[in-house]
């Protein structure tokens, strides 16, 4: 069974810094792209930043700056650094990754894309 679980989000000011991190668990073979999603009350989930097996970047023009998406292929783990925080990034953020799984017999199964529970991240003004 693949989980991906989030921490580190919380409350913090206007202009402050956050870091989440995503592991992911079970039976894994590999893990392609990883990303951060996020989803405001009201508003459509949408990507924050990406990073491919090769780590390979891409952010949304809002955050590009502010934030920097890493990965650790060893730990199967996905980081967000959050800079310079804004009250506009108020939101419940979301890991997603694209992931070959193992059977019990250890033979790969398809791809799948997975997300995390998410975690809240409020920035007060």
């Known amino acids: 069974q693949v989980q991906l679980v989030e921490s580190g989000g919380g409350v913090v000011q206007a202009g402050g810094s956050l870091r989440l991190s995503c592991a992911a668990s079970?039976?894994?073979?590999?893990?392609?792209?990883m990303g951060w999603y996020r989803q405001a009350p009201g508003k459509q989930r949408e990507l924050v930043a990406g990073?491919?097996?090769?780590?390979?970047?891409n952010y949304a023009v809002s955050v590009k700056g502010r934030f920097t998406i890493s990965r650790d292929n060893a730990k199967k783990t996905v980081y967000l650094e959050m800079n310079s925080l804004k009250p506009e990034d108020t939101a419940v953020y979301y890991c997603?990754?694209?992931?070959?799984?193992?059977?019990?017999?250890?033979?790969?199964?398809?791809?799948?894309?997975?997300w995390g529970q998410g975690t809240q991240v409020t920035v007060s003004s």
């Open positions: 990073i491919t097996s090769d780590s390979s970047t």
């Open positions: 997603n990754a694209d992931i070959v799984a193992t059977t019990f017999l250890f033979r790969p199964r398809d791809p799948r894309n997975y």
């Open positions: 079970g039976s894994i073979l590999r893990i392609d792209a």
